[in-house]
């Protein structure tokens, strides 16, 4: 069964990019850019994991995360971003980011990220008698 990913970015070079290697992973990609595709998407799916460039429209990402984490819950959120501005990254994970990548991304790198995060999400959702 392919994994659900969702990519909030508005760098259309890379997410063809991104988005060709995972379907090659079995995920089943879904591309957004703006709020309202955001939220159409999660009223109707619940993605596996989420990608978000924190900059993307001028720092709007950043605000997509704040937003984003109380609606998602338990699923993984990692942020990929060409900033590297430690208070971006401190942001980001204090809104509920996962993992912070900074662009340009090795795709094995991303993949094994991913991976990680599904498997973290797995665990936490694992309960021993």
């Keep these: 069964m392919d994994k659900k990913l969702l990519i909030i970015d508005n760098d259309f070079n890379y997410l063809t990019i991104v988005e060709k290697q995972m379907s090659k992973e ?4 879904t591309v957004a850019d703006t709020l309202p595709k955001i939220y159409d998407y999660l009223n109707q799916n619940s993605p596996d994991i989420i990608l978000l460039d924190v900059i993307m429209n001028n ?3 950043l605000i997509f995360l704040k937003k984003l984490s109380s609606i998602i819950g338990r699923t993984p959120l990692i942020v990929i971003s060409r900033g590297k501005d430690i208070d971006l ?8 980011a996962f993992d912070y990548l900074i662009k340009p991304l090795n795709l094995k790198d991303l993949k094994n990220k991913i991976n990680f995060a599904l498997e973290q999400r797995v665990n936490k959702n694992t309960y021993h008698v």
């Design 89 to 96: 990254i401190e942001k980001s994970f204090s809104y509920g």
């Design 59 to 61: 720092g709007e990402g």
């Design 26 to 29: 079995s995920f089943n990609v």
